[in-house]
Structures are given as C-alpha cells and as structure tokens.
C-alpha cells in the first residue's frame, strides 16, 4: 500500500485539530464565567483549567518540542501539569482567567499552524506520520469528553443541544460465540495509536461467547429490582465495601419515583430508557451485575477479538466494520449525540460475527487491568501510561458518545479507578463456553 501524501497528511491534522478546538469552543462558551472556574465536583478541574491545559500541552509538545519555538509561558507549565496537582485542588490555583484562557489556547494554536506548515512529517520518531500532532489532537478531544463529564455533573439549566439518535433498526439480543484461535493484538502500523497499544502481538484466545449489545437500562433495572445491590455474593468484597461505604444503589444520575426510575441527563431530568445501554456504573457494579446474569465481563483481549478479528482472514481490523475510519452510519462518537443510541441502532458498525456497538455510546468495562504489552516502551513520555499500569486501574474499551473517532479504534484502551462512575461508562457481557481448542 502507498502511504498517504504529506499534504493530505497536513490537511488531516489542520481539520482534526480544527475539529477538536470548535468543541473545547463549544463547550466552555456554553456556560458562563462562573461556571468555567467553579468547581461542579470534586472529581474535576474547573472547566477554564482544562482549557488553558489543552493549550500548555499543545505548547509543550508541538510549539516548543516539535516546532523548537521560545515559550510562549513558561511560567504556567507547573500550573498546568496534572501530576503538581489533584483535580480537588486545582479551584484554588491562581489560574489563567477564562478571557486569558481563551486568549492562551488561540495564541499557541497559531503557533501550531505554523509548526505544521514547518515540519516535515517524517524523519524522527515524534513527527512520523504526524504523530505528535494526532497524539495532541487526541489529547484534546479527551479532554473534552472529560469536560463533557463535567457538564454532565453541573447542577442547572440545559445548554447542549439534544439531537435525537437513531432508532432501533437491528436485533441485537443474544450472544455470539467466537472460535478458540490466535488474534493479533495491538499495532504496529495504526499511525496515531498511543503508546500502550503497541507493539502488536499474538495471543492464543480461548473460545468464549460475547453479548451482540451492552447491558441495557432496562436489563439494570430487573437487576435492581432482584436485590442486585442487596446481595453481598454477586459483588467481590472490594466492590461489596465499596458498595456500602458510597451507598451505592442505583447508576449516578439516577432516582426513583414509585415504580418509575427517572434520570439526570445534561440538565434534563426524564425517564430511563429502557432499551438504551446502561451507563454512569462502576467497575463493581458492572461485575455485580455479570454475575447476577450468570455471566462474566470480558478481559481486553477478548474485547479487541471481538471487535477486530475477521475470521475469514484470520486478520485483525482497524474497527468491528473494517479499515475505514467511523462515520455517522458507524458509531454513536463525538458528541454529535449527548445520550447513547438504543441497542440496534448500528447495524452498519457489527463486526463480522454481528457484535454491535463496540464502538461508541458507552465505554465497556473489562476485567483486566492496566498493564503494558510485551515490549512495551513509553512514548513519548512516561506520564501518558506507563505511570498507570498495575493493578489499581482497569481498562474501559470502546469509546462513547462523548469519544472522538480520533480518540478510539479497536486497539484503544482507556483505563480509570473501578470505584469511577462519572464517565460514560457500561459494560457488556461475556460467557466461558468451556471449549479451549487444539493450541
Ligand atoms: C486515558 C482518559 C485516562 O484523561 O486521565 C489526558 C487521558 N492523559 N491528559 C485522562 C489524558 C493526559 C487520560 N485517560
Ligand atoms: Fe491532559
């Protein structure tokens, strides 16, 4: 195959860097000043600290280390850097103020521009296919799901637009059992895959069986209503001690009204959708609620088979739907929903064996951690994964409505504390079927 040209690759990232700016754009102008330097939870920066964030990274990398610039500001590096400070703390900083903020990022992104227009996209490992600008255009749109979360925890009137998802329009009840087999796992060749998805590797995958949807609100429901949050052996006894310190007994975001549960969703308080994956629970919850169901929650691996392996070539893909990147027929991402679709809206987006929704909508949680694949090496700096591995953090699959398709593909893995639940996170199930296969 030909690689792409150097001005289509310059051109990718001018509109994918464009992209991400416009909803950082969005999503700070659509609350006012007291809103951007409020604290909506302690789980959070304030919305102008990640902004000014978004731009310090963005100077970092491309301004001054890619583009070998003089600091714009220096001196609002240590402010800025996420290891200094805890969310919790990061109100009481003497930050950029939200008209200095705004005046940071758009003064680096010109810088950038100019960068781009400068350097040659190949020739060192930072710059090779652009991977430092796609590494920072990610960065950003991750922040911008994380400032959605924000939004999603700020008490008030709606301001984001609410378009309808698609309908239903496939089965997705059931399961789908995939072979026993090797399944290339991770990247070599993606040219923006983060670090800790490389290097691509083979792995033996035990035949197991995997839900065609996630979990379903309604499904969480029955759960509940089974004394799901009552019953100490369908939790482990880190998630049971989790369960009664936080006094867990429903997603986030939810409350009940007589027989009816009601939710929080953007400022909108509305019926939960029955037919809709379930999301706002937590890694305990979400194991709760496989054993409850007789099943498990898939590991990573099975997850990604699941997601890319093409059993009539033997090869893993880019997607569940192939190489081509998401379109709006694909996948619920990218904020152009603030709900996750119901289950069947996405026949366009199953993988070959008809798993649906592995991308968008709601994150998945998986049984592992977070660890490096064999031959891992950071890059291009330690704080992005290598910091996380280890057995605090698991890893969430899959994107949601609120990932940006540069953010997500079959070999991304996100990863966050099992007590979290203010991400857009769910969980689909998965089954032993008992047959190993010949090895
Ligand atoms: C990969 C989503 C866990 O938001 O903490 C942002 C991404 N890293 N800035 C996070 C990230 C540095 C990270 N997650
Ligand atoms: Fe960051």
């Known amino acids: ?34 809103d951007l330097v409020a604290q909506h939870s302690p789980l959070m920066s304030p919305l102008v600290w990640d902004l000014a964030h978004i731009g310090n990274q963005e100077e970092l990398w491309l301004v001054r280390d890619v583009g070998g610039r003089e600091p714009l500001r220096a001196d609002i590096d240590e402010l800025y850097d996420a290891f200094q400070h805890p969310r ?10 939200p008209r200095e903020a705004r005046d940071y990022v758009r003064v680096v992104r010109d810088k950038t521009l100019d960068v781009l227009d400068a350097t040659p996209l190949e020739g060192a490992p930072l710059i090779e296919g652009g991977f430092a600008f796609g590494m ?25 637009a609410d ?5 239903a329009r496939a089965d997705a009840t059931g399961r789908v059992v995939v072979t026993a087999g090797p399944c290339e796992i991770g990247t070599d060749h993606e040219p923006w895959a983060l670090d800790n998805e490389r290097p691509a590797h083979t792995m033996w995958i035990d035949e197991f069986a995997i839900a065609r949807a996630p979990v379903t609100c309604g499904e969480y429901v ?5 004394g799901g949050y009552e019953r100490p052996a369908l939790w482990s006894s880190e998630g049971w001690q989790y369960r009664q310190d936080a006094s867990l007994a429903a997603p986030l975001f939810w409350r009940r009204e007589g027989e009816q549960w009601w939710r929080r969703r953007f400022g ?3 019926p939960v959708p029955v037919d809709e994956p379930v999301m706002h629970v937590c890694f305990h919850e979400a194991e709760a609620f496989a054993r409850w169901a007789g099943a498990r929650l898939p590991t990573e691996h099975e997850w990604e088979k699941a997601a890319r392996f093409d059993p009539a070539t033997g090869r893993s893909r880019r997607y569940p739907w192939g190489d081509a990147n998401p379109t709006a027929e694909h996948a619920n991402l990218g904020q152009r929903h603030v709900r996750p679709a119901p289950v069947g809206a996405y026949p366009a987006g199953a993988s070959p064996l008809g798993v649906q929704q592995l991308i968008g909508d709601v994150w998945e949680w998986t049984s592992s951690h977070f660890l490096p ?5 950071f890059f291009p700096y330690a704080e992005y994964s290598e910091v996380f591995f280890g057995p605090d953090h ?24 099992p007590i979290r639940r203010q991400i857009f996170a769910g969980l689909r199930l998965a089954w032993d079927t008992g047959s190993a296969g010949p090895r």
């Not at 919790?88 to 103020?97: D, K, Q, W």
């Open 1 to 34: 195959s030909t690689s792409p040209s150097p001005s289509s690759v310059r051109e990718r990232i001018a509109t994918t860097l464009e992209r991400a700016r416009a909803r950082s754009t969005l999503l700070t102008d659509a609350v006012d000043e007291g």
């Open 88 to 97: 919790a703390t990061r109100p009481r900083l003497p930050l950029l103020g």
């Open 136 to 160: 920072i255009a990610q960065h950003e749109q991750q922040h911008d799901e994380t400032m959605l979360a924000t939004h999603q925890l700020r008490r008030g009137e709606p301001v984001l």
């Open 163 to 167: 378009p309808e998802p698609p309908r």
């Open 222 to 226: 029955e759960f509940i209503a089974d």
């Open 268 to 270: 909108r308080d509305e």
């Open 373 to 377: 694949y064999p031959g891992f090496r």
């Open 394 to 417: 698991r890893v969430l699959r899959g994107g949601s409505f609120g990932t940006d398709e540069v953010a997500i593909r079959g070999t991304f893995r996100n990863w966050d504390y």
